[in-house]
């Protein structure tokens, strides 16, 4: 936690402010691609611009950054493309606004960025391994940024086919459960695609959480507190005016307020806090 703090005051001039713009142009660039000539779209991707381990090896180094047009929402018909794919970009673009706008940018950068690194990684492992050079598009990053959101926010809620309102926390679990099984019982390629691809959800959490809390002597300080705290009788009331003796219990719109002139720990309710003597050391004195 330490060292990413110290790496984000270093670094954080450099982060790409509204990262996702510039994601979701790259996606519907490949979208429009597709919707003019579908064939062509493919023809062109494979062979110029997707993430071809070989190709990469061999110098191909834009790749890592091309295969990125590649749209998130591919549908058999043309509408069904152009109707999903606007819904994905808008849905994409939210949920990395959102994450953007509580991390700052240079943490979602390096989120984002990890991703992709992760997914390079992979693509690479998967053909030094077993040799066969495989397909590798943006739907891992879109999946980690989706289960990033829903850790964030797991009581969100999403509309499944349009009608039925389901958590986010479910659909992440649904998610986790779909690939968790294709991990434990896919083929070695799945396997690796899976591991480098989503490591970044989990290697991004760790690097950002306190772990402080978690010392023991921390905890043996929340004991100690727990154990010395009183606990607040049943029926007690904690603020009562000085002047009308008034407390919380006598209405729920009264509100209580401390008076930084007097001399000790005297409270009012609002209707004398401005009205009433304050206590000095040497007696009272009007308001």
Sequence with gaps: MD???KLERKYYKYAIRNLMYYIIILYAVGLAGYVMNPAGFFRVYIRYLSLDAAAILHGQIWRIVTFMVYPPALGSW???TIFMGIISLFLYHNLGRTLESIWGSFRFNVFFFMGIVG???ACLAVYLITGRTELFTTGYINLSLFLAFCICFPDAQFLLFFVIPVKARWLAVADGCLYLYSFLFGSLSTRLVILFSLANVIVFFLMT????RYAPKEIRRKQKFKREVKIKPQGATRHKCAVCGRTELD???LEFRYC???QGSYEYCM???YTHRHVTGEGSENT
């Design 3 to 5: 060292f990413f703090k």
């Design 78 to 80: 043309q509408f069904d």
């Design 119 to 121: 997914q390079v990684l």
């Design 209 to 212: 959480r306190n772990y402080q």
């Design 251 to 253: 209405g729920e719109d």
């Design 260 to 262: 930084s002139k007097c």
């Design 271 to 273: 209707d004398h806090l």
